[in-house]
């Protein structure tokens, strides 16, 4: 298995992060990186073949990974500012002959979780939470997990398209860019629509999505929030 993690994006700023904010990966949570927490989680699921791709400051993550001696294969994805979808997808999986488990960036992991992708047999699978009452309206299947066997590479030919329909279909997504997380995000939710039937991993309680500044160890010292 290797383990690919996408950290092309740049952060949204104003109001979520500071318009000279670092990658999204290199902020605290809980008082750890949540990249290093993330490759920690990985190596103690036993998956220690691990691509990074970068793009928005990338050299921030590429100092990071050899001052932390994390022995990442750093890819650049030059094309991040105009296409981070199919460009990141596509620098994911070249020259890979082994099943990859795709990871957003931005995601604070548990080990649990990546030995339940480890062992579900199904060659496409991704995250299912647990249904809560009073939930109506919220989407069960994520997708910042997912796992996708070699012999199943093709459905990334479509990225771009897969993203627009979603887009089309699904009215709150309106708007997004293809060059942001978002639009990666909506790529993915048609891309496995269209490949179903999807194998789930029942994720409780669910990951945290590392979507505000005010969600990291930096922000909330900056706020004062305790």
């Given at each position: 298995?290797?383990?690919?993690?996408?950290?092309?994006?740049?952060?949204?700023?104003?109001?979520?992060?500071?318009?000279?904010?670092?990658?999204?990966?290199?902020?605290?949570?809980?008082g750890?990186?949540?990249l290093?927490?993330?490759v920690?989680?990985?190596?103690?699921?036993?998956?220690?073949?691990?691509?990074?791709?970068?793009?928005?400051?990338?050299?921030?993550?590429?100092?990071?990974?050899?001052?932390?001696?994390l022995?990442?294969?750093?890819?650049?994805?030059?094309?991040?500012?105009?296409?981070?979808?199919?460009?990141?997808?596509?620098?994911?999986?070249?020259?890979?002959?082994?099943?990859?488990?795709?990871?957003?960036?931005?995601?604070?992991?548990?080990?649990?979780v990546i030995?339940?992708?480890?062992?579900?047999?199904?060659?496409?699978?991704?995250?299912?939470?647990?249904?809560?009452?009073?939930?109506?309206?919220?989407?069960?299947?994520?997708?910042?997990?997912?796992?996708?066997?070699?012999?199943?590479?093709?459905?990334?030919?479509?990225?771009?398209?897969?993203?627009?329909?979603?887009?089309?279909?699904?009215?709150?997504?309106?708007?997004?860019?293809?060059?942001?997380?978002?639009?990666?995000?909506?790529?993915?939710?048609?891309?496995?629509?269209?490949?179903?039937?999807?194998?789930?991993?029942?994720?409780?309680?669910?990951?945290?999505?590392?979507?505000?500044?005010?969600?990291?160890?930096?922000?909330?010292?900056?706020?004062?929030?305790?």
């Amino acid at each position: 298995m290797k383990a690919v993690i996408l950290a092309a994006g740049a952060p949204r700023v104003r109001r979520w992060f500071p318009p000279d904010s670092k990658p999204k990966c290199l902020y605290h949570v809980d008082g750890e990186v949540i990249l290093t927490r993330m490759v920690r989680c990985l190596r103690e699921a036993g998956v220690n073949d691990i691509r990074i791709i970068v793009g928005y400051r990338h050299t921030d993550i590429e100092e990071f990974n050899r001052a932390q001696e994390l022995d990442l294969e750093v890819i650049y994805c030059p094309e991040w500012v105009v296409d981070a979808i199919s460009a990141s997808i596509e620098a994911a999986i070249k020259g890979v002959n082994d099943d990859v488990l795709l990871l957003f960036s931005d995601i604070v992991v548990r080990t649990d979780v990546i030995k339940a992708f480890l062992a579900h047999p199904e060659p496409l699978v991704r995250i299912k939470l647990k249904k809560e009452p009073h939930t109506e309206g919220v989407i069960e299947n994520k997708i910042h997990i997912v796992k996708v066997a070699r012999e199943k590479f093709g459905i990334f030919d479509n990225t771009r398209e897969h993203m627009k329909k979603c887009m089309r279909d699904h009215p709150v997504y309106d708007g997004i860019s293809h060059a942001t997380g978002l639009g990666l995000v909506c790529a993915l939710i048609e891309t496995f629509r269209q490949n179903e039937p999807v194998g789930e991993v029942l994720v409780h309680p669910i990951l945290k999505e590392v979507d505000l500044f005010r969600q990291t160890d930096e922000g909330k010292k900056h706020w004062g929030i305790k």
